[in-house]
């Protein structure tokens, strides 16, 4: 598997120019939700934040934090549950949008008209915003195939030169019939596939008014499908619940004569669910998604399988390249804003690769450093600490950059292990530093391997604990 910066996807990772905030009810609760998508920085990812919980607590957009997909996809990490995830998910996908905090006042992300149409129209008011760091697109050189035997769902990713998805749907009903949908590319994902609203047959929507499940339901934000004989009665039974004057049935079987956007508009948003699903594979990817009866639950199993073999096949353990003309993601101006260390104590030159979980710096060694002053004179070695040191710093990057506010944390070392040095650093070294978490921070941990390489060669190793502290609180 080969990763490259696929033109239909986008060479750099982009950002929103600045915040926006939309109004919405939640599908299940039915309560006010306000929601605010805020830029965030270079392999940031995408993040829901529960501002009216303790702490405020962050979950990030990942397919292992998927806790429930019974009405919608849910995202839940530390307590924090966030419902209905998949709308937005896909628009942030259809615009090209990778780094973003979202902030909610409540469990739920607004239902809107029940599509990504209000989503990318907040994105467009602000407009989108490139960053100086490469967007990583995963090539996938075999097939990955997902079957549910139970619920009948079949799908399959197959090699291709960018994204695509074609997304077929059966219902067995005498008013849908068999429908298919298809995105050739993911610019047409705008016009084609956002505005397409979500849907559900007559019964189900009777089933969960009756269970109180849909309070924030309304026939404005999903098309309702009546494959039965629908009693009059039953009709005003449901415009009182609507509050609305009247109700009806079209010939085409759309309850209360609902305009269809597209005539196969039901397919298109079954499609939509699926790129909103599978961005919790946390990367793109270059494949033609090929999905029959889709739901969330497989989606959402699909996703974890393509992460695997994301995980299983991509290289990033192995040596970072480091190409001398490659645009800095952090350049020195960056770092020493985000790092409290200053000469003569500041031993990262640059940024070359960032993403959540691990990061790349780079520091030039030079004879003119003032530790080769007092170290080793006549025989200038970089001492093996200020190495330590040099990792530590650029893991303090990565730490900082997982932090919706680090300018107000400083990061502190806890403990090294299995700490190891292979060779000498001398004056014309150029160290790559890279630092890769071992696990998820919690409460301020942070757990991660790092190793320095000049050239090709593995030069200095170790496990380093650090602890992300507020500044008011240490």
């Known amino acids: 598997m080969d990763t490259l910066n696929a033109p239909s996807a986008g060479q750099f990772q982009q950002t929103l120019r600045g915040p926006v905030t939309l109004h919405g009810v939640g599908l299940h609760t039915g309560k006010q939700v306000t929601m605010t998508m805020k830029p965030a920085n270079p392999g940031f990812g995408i993040r829901f934040q529960r501002v009216d919980l303790p702490d405020k607590p962050v979950v990030k957009a990942d397919a292992d934090f998927v806790v429930d997909t019974s009405r919608g996809t849910t995202l839940e990490y530390n307590g924090a549950r966030i419902s209905t995830v998949e709308h937005t998910m896909a628009a942030l996908v259809g615009l090209g949008v990778d780094n973003l905090l979202i902030e909610l006042d409540g469990p739920e992300v607004p239902i809107l008209d029940g599509s990504s149409a209000m989503f990318m129209e907040a994105i467009d008011s602000v407009g989108v915003q490139e960053q100086e760091a490469k967007r990583i697109v995963y090539s996938i ?11 009948n769902v079949d799908m399959l990713a197959v090699p291709s030169n960018e994204y695509q998805v074609t997304a077929l749907i059966d219902f067995n009903s005498p008013v849908l019939g068999t429908q298919h949908a298809t995105l050739k590319h993911l610019s047409s994902f705008r016009t084609e596939i956002g505005p397409c609203r979500t849907f559900c047959f007559l019964h189900e929507l009777e089933y969960l008014l009756d269970t109180n499940l849909i309070k924030g339901g309304d026939l404005s934000n999903a098309i309702v499908v009546v494959d039965k004989v629908v009693s009059q009665e039953e009709l005003n039974r449901l415009a009182k619940i609507f509050n609305k004057q009247k109700i009806e049935v079209k010939q085409e079987g759309i309850l209360n ?7 196969n508009e039901p397919a298109r948003h079954k499609l939509l669910d699926v790129v909103g699903d599978l961005a919790l594979v946390g990367s793109y990817i270059n494949a033609h998604i090929i999905a029959s009866r889709p739901g969330h639950a ?27 003309s490659q645009q800095a993601v952090f350049d020195i101006n960056h770092i020493t804003r985000a790092l409290p260390h200053k000469f003569p104590f500041l031993f990262v030159d640059k940024v070359i690769e960032l993403s959540d979980n691990h990061v790349v710096g780079i520091k030039n060694v030079t004879f003119n450093e003032h530790f080769f002053q007092g170290h080793f004179p006549g025989n200038p070695v970089m001492p093996g600490v200020l190495q330590i040191e040099a990792l530590a710093q650029t893991g303090g990057i990565l730490a900082m950059n ?4 680090p300018e107000n944390y400083d990061t502190y070392f806890l403990k090294m292990d299995k700490v190891k ?3 000498v650093v001398r004056p014309g070294d150029t160290l790559i530093l ?13 757990e991660m391997r790092g190793t320095i390489y000049v050239g090709n060669k593995l030069v200095t190793e170790a496990e380093l604990v650090a602890q992300i502290a507020r500044k008011d609180k240490r």
Do not use: W
């Open 141 to 151: 050189d075999t097939n990955i195939h997902y079957y549910d035997p139970v619920k």
């Open 257 to 263: 004569n609902v305009q269809l956007h597209f005539t």
């Open 298 to 324: 497989s989606n959402v199993e699909f996703a974890k399988k393509i992460k695997q073999y994301i995980k299983k096949n991509k290289h990033l353990s192995d040596i970072p390249h480091y190409d001398p």
């Open 402 to 405: 997982n932090i919706p506010d």
């Open 421 to 423: 040095f292979k060779h």
């Open 434 to 446: 890279k630092m890769e978490l071992l696990n998820p921070i919690r409460r301020g941990i942070c």
